[in-house]
């Protein structure tokens, strides 16, 4: 079982791509499994704010493994807000059953 519980936030002004995002997105690691942050593969349809509450909950049972290759699967929930100066706030909440989980080791050592 594993549990992260993460939050941020940012001072003075900043721009438009200093603002935080909660969202499965390719260059972010603020991961609210369940919600997008591209739409037609452009940036925005996730809620950006210069404060951010995320927390990401799994419980994964290994399936399938061998030297090389892990299979795991598990039930997750993810959930998470963010918040701006303006007073505006987006809270959201994914889940899922069953969520897949695959690794490989690498060969160099």
């Given at each position: ?40 593969g452009r940036k925005g349809a996730a809620p ?32 998470g807000a963010v918040a701006d100066s303006s007073g505006s706030s987006v809270r959201s ?17």
């Amino acid at each position: 079982m594993q549990t992260r519980i993460r939050a941020g936030g940012t001072a003075g002004k900043v721009t438009i791509d200093e603002l935080f995002q909660l969202g499965v997105e390719r260059d972010n690691d603020l991961w609210l499994r369940g919600h997008t942050g591209t739409s037609d593969g452009r940036k925005g349809a996730a809620p950006l704010g210069r404060r951010y509450f995320l927390v990401n909950w799994e419980m994964d049972k290994n399936i399938y493994r061998n030297g090389f290759f892990t299979l795991k699967l598990g039930p997750f929930l993810d959930s998470g807000a963010v918040a701006d100066s303006s007073g505006s706030s987006v809270r959201s909440a994914g889940s899922g059953i069953p969520a897949f989980n695959a690794s490989c080791k690498s060969l160099a050592a």
